[in-house]
């Protein structure tokens, strides 16, 4: 059962859960004991995805809340949302830009050409996901035709090994740089400057990108990166902050960052130190904070947003 009073959330577990989950526990990471309801204060117009665990750790749906997340990742998680909650844009369906799958060196890519010749490219990691959840073609072509953004062709990259990949991996850097973005620009023409683009590991590959190779990728848009990473760590939420430190002493890096965070996150506080990084540097950022947390509902509420802080047609995309 759920308890709505004004910002303050009681939830009452069902028979058989012993722990509560959700993006404040990194769900099954870090679960909270339970020794009664669980009560939080929220955010306003906050988005909580919750569930619990029974006794053998397996995750448990609330069946007395109906209200599914339609969290793809967590079948079982409900969802509660506070008044004045945002909701993901819709767009339509159809698409006038064209769609092309590209294949290098068996990685999986698909092409997003606009109506129009595209005057940047973008590069986004967990491409499928961007692609079917995220819908950020639609959410670009949307723009441009609004006249908010420069139209873009977006190169959606799906990864092979993504633990691997996204974790500073130079292997990947070689791949993309020699063999992905000169195969796009042979098949489609120039596409104009490039960004790269992506969410919790893809954020911190596109983040790391950026700082690499600032000249190729030298706008980056990060949407819940998961920035407690280090070379050679395989654990996203304890291992040290080693890119904002090498953002810290670096010389040169992306010239625009489009950073991102839900606030019921457990990344929210390496979020902030690395926006104050940004901050200290002069780089050029937008630095947004959502009432929400480590999902596909705050990557699709911030990506209208991120695109337009990157491309916008305010800004001189060249």
């Known amino acids: 059962m759920v308890e709505v009073r004004g910002r303050r959330v009681v939830i009452t577990p069902p028979a058989g859960a012993v722990a509560f989950v959700a993006d404040v526990t990194d769900w099954t990471h870090d679960p909270w004991p339970l020794r009664g309801p669980v009560e939080l ?13 029974d006794a053998a750790g397996a995750p448990l749906a609330d069946p007395d809340n109906p209200a599914s997340a339609q969290n793809p990742w967590r079948p079982y998680a409900r969802v509660v949302r506070l008044r004045g909650a945002p909701s993901p844009p819709s767009y339509p369906k159809a698409l006038l830009g064209r769609v092309h799958p590209l294949r290098t060196g068996g990685r999986r890519i698909v092409v997003y050409e606009p109506p129009a010749g595209p005057a940047a490219s973008l590069l986004v990691f967990d491409g499928v996901a961007y692609h079917r959840i995220g819908r950020l073609a639609h959410a670009a072509e949307a723009l441009w035709r609004d006249g908010a953004i420069v139209p873009l062709r977006l190169v959606f990259s799906e990864p092979e090994d993504r633990e691997r990949e996204y974790r500073f991996d130079p292997a990947l850097e070689r791949h993309l740089l020699d063999d992905v973005l000169p195969a796009v620009e042979a098949a489609f023409g120039p596409g104009g400057p490039w960004g790269a683009w992506g969410a919790s590991l893809g954020g911190l590959a596109a983040l790391w990108l950026g700082l690499e190779h600032p000249d190729v990728f030298a706008r980056v848009g990060a949407q819940s990166p998961a920035l407690l990473a280090a070379p050679g760590g395989r654990d ?42 940004l ?40």
């Not at 204060?41 to 665990?53: C, D, H, Q, V, W």
């Not at 430190?245 to 990344?267: D, F, I, S, T």
């Open 41 to 53: 204060e929220l955010p306003r117009g906050a988005i909580l995805e919750y569930a619990f665990l």
């Open 236 to 277: 996203a939420r304890r291992d040290p902050e080693w890119l904002a430190e090498r953002y810290r002493r670096a010389e040169r890096g992306p010239a625009r960052v489009a950073l991102q965070v839900g606030r019921l996150e457990w990344l929210l506080a390496p979020a902030r130190r690395f926006a104050a990084v």
């Open 279 to 318: 901050a200290e540097r002069g780089t050029a950022h937008e630095y947004r904070e959502y009432p929400s947390g480590h999902n596909w509902t705050t990557w699709r509420i911030g990506a209208a947003e991120g695109l337009v802080d990157l491309f916008g047609a305010d800004l001189d995309v060249r």
